[in-house]
């Protein structure tokens, strides 16, 4: 969980305690994939494949030199590298007949924050290896030329690389995209390969620097990691650090891994699961360019090398509903919380609002009409908090009598009150209940509107992208914690929760000076933190506390304050013999303990004075 989440829930609980209580009474040591140690872009040594050019020499020699030193790979050292692009309706993907290896990946329904076309993996950006051990040294599969012929299939425009070795053998990459499809299904075919290795362990290796492709760097670069799911079904992510280098060495077997943006995920599955691996992200220091410089390498079964393998990358947004069609756990790239804050997205608000995405094209009348559909379901809740609230306000008389009799003694004041609610048969906590089974969905929605692309790039009101904060005035200077921008949804939800405090507070018994300061306090302590939060967000937060006066008012129509305390009393009657339930005779023998323990240490306290001896 990122800083931004953990601050946030933690002021969000400590508002909610506040009202419940005064209101509602590197990898380590060298392994098959980490011995890839350099880019492929750096590996041009004499002992690679991608040699440096010597002195110009007649085709002929040159050939011979690269057969002595490569045998059957030699048919692959030399040639023209060729960009063949593979195109549907939502993707455009720009291949190389060098490496046979994708180049650059566009988004074609999507566009920066800034409007231009988006790149998912932009041209120089992206690095492949597929590192094989022949006798003759260890040789990147990546690196070599590859003839190109593009062909139709029921599954999709497709795309074959091949590579005759000398031997008979071949080396074959086969890329098949589908239609209407962000999956790009990718099959390594070999034949005779295994006759040139000495080892049958092929490391695969994916480097990326990853491009900011929304409004806040910073922001971006928090939300930017890798992630990936074993085979064991455990999904794990590396530290979303905004800064240095974060590394883990995998041992356990990996059905996929990917980069993660905010929105969008670049991602390869394994058909037959990767042995082992190694990840890391770094953040150099000073780079206002690049989020972060990220590093993939996987262990291939050696079964692939002998007989070829499946696999299938993804390149698209992070919808919901569009990766968990990809693969096991893929849906996991969208961030809907932990505990039970995800099924709470899961199975309740991403269900609600597809289903009104369907009939409604405006994104901000589906958020009203999603807040009007939560207060309608927590309505019973709503409606015992307020009750709860109602009864403690009609005692309030006598409870200020309690005040004047025992305001000297606490002890004798809170033992005295837990006498009479008993005796009224009312929970002095039963108003805030309610509102603390409400706290779950308070906390799902602070995940669900952040990682919503469907809010991405949508406009309502003064908000022009409801996935970003709404900036009506921009400062010419920064205030700490603040920004520099003005917010009005979070400006307008600080007003009404001040609003909805100061009413709380008026159908509460008396709250205490400090108190009733720190109340208001916590609002605009959110103003600070929420100024950069997405406008779907404070805009969901602020029509939820308008909808909660209309429910109150509403309620309020129908409750008579006298009609309350007559059940009270009568319960009063009822329980004026009655044998003190469990849990409210331990409340009182605990608080006649504390008092006889406070009095003792009072006691204790007060030495006698000798009187001196004249």
């Known amino acids: 969980m990122d800083k931004d989440k953990v601050t946030g829930l933690v002021l969000i609980s400590v508002l909610f305690l506040v009202y419940m209580f005064f209101f509602a009474p590197e990898p380590p040591q060298q392994t098959p994939p980490a011995q890839t140690t350099t880019a492929p872009a750096q590996q041009a040594t004499p002992e690679n494949t991608a040699l440096a050019e010597p002195e110009q020499v007649p085709d002929s020699v040159r050939q011979a030199q ?42 074609k329904q999507y566009s920066t924050f800034s409007r231009e076309p988006l790149y998912l993996v932009e041209e120089g950006d992206a690095q492949f290896s597929l590192e094989a051990a022949t006798d003759r040294g260890a040789l990147n599969l990546y690196d070599l030329y590859y003839t190109a012929e593009k062909r139709n299939s029921e599954a999709g425009e497709q795309l074959v690389f091949s590579l005759s070795l000398g031997n008979g053998g071949q080396v074959q990459h086969i890329y098949t995209l589908p239609a209407d499809s962000y999956q790009l299904h990718y099959e390594f075919k070999t034949s005779g390969l295994s006759n040139n290795l000495s080892s049958p362990t092929l490391n695969y290796r994916w480097q990326q620097r990853l491009h900011n492709l929304e409004r806040e760097m910073e922001d971006s670069r928090q939300r930017s990691t890798i992630k990936y799911y074993t085979a064991d079904e455990d999904f794990e992510e590396l530290d979303k650090n905004v800064s240095g280098k974060e590394e883990l060495q995998i041992e356990d077997a990996v059905k996929w891994v990917g980069f993660n943006h905010r929105f969008f995920t670049s991602a390869i599955i ?70 039970i804050l995800r099924p709470i997205n899961k199975w309740l608000i991403i269900p609600v609002f597809h289903f009104l995405e369907q009939f409604i094209s405006n994104y901000g009348i589906i958020i009203l009409l999603l807040v009007i559909f939560i207060k309608m379901l927590l309505f019973p809740l709503t409606y015992k908090s307020y009750i709860g609230m109602a009864k403690m306000r009609v005692l309030k008389p006598q409870i200020d009598e309690l005040k004047e009799k025992h305001g000297e003694d606490p002890m004798k004041m809170q033992q005295e009150q837990m006498k009479m609610y008993s005796q009224l048969g009312i929970n002095p906590i039963s108003g805030c209940i309610p509102m603390l089974l409400q706290m779950p969905i308070l906390f799902a929605m602070f995940y669900f509107f952040p990682n919503s692309i469907e809010l991405r790039q949508e406009s309502f009101l003064w908000a022009e992208d409801l996935s970003t904060y709404d900036s009506v005035l921009q400062l010419p200077f920064s205030i700490p914690a603040y920004g520099d921008h003005v917010s009005l949804f979070t400006l307008l939800m600080t007003l009404s929760t001040i609003l909805y405090t100061y009413r709380n507070q008026q159908m509460s018994a008396a709250v205490p000076g400090p108190m009733k300061t720190l109340s208001y306090l916590m609002p605009v302590t959110f103003l600070f933190f929420l100024n950069s939060f997405p406008a779907a967000l404070t805009y969901y937060y602020f029509v939820s506390n308008i909808v909660t006066f209309a429910q109150q008012d509403l309620i309020k129509r129908f409750v008579n304050d006298d009609k309350i305390l007559q059940i009270i009393e009568r319960n009063r009657l009822k329980n004026k013999d009655k044998k003190k339930g469990g849990f409210q005779a331990r409340l009182e023998q605990a608080l006649r303990a504390s008092q006889e323990a406070q009095k003792n240490k009072e006691t204790a306290a007060v030495k006698p004075v000798k009187k001196s001896k004249k």
């Open 66 to 107: 690269l057969t002595q030193r490569w045998g059957e790979f030699a048919a692959g050292m030399q040639g023209e590298a060729q960009e063949v692009v593979l195109e549907n309706e939502v993707v455009r993907i720009a291949l190389s007949s060098q490496g046979g290896t994708v180049q650059s990946v566009l988004l």
């Open 270 to 339: 394994a058909e037959k699961s990767f042995s082992r691996g190694y990840v890391a992200t770094e953040v150099p220091a000073g780079d206002t360019t690049f989020l972060k410089h990220s590093d993939i390498r996987m262990q291939l079964p050696d079964s692939v090398a002998l007989a070829g393998g499946q696999f299938t990358y993804f390149f698209g947004p992070n919808n919901y509903y569009l990766l968990n069609k990809v693969a096991d756990g893929f849906g996991k790239n969208v961030d809907l919380g932990y505990f």
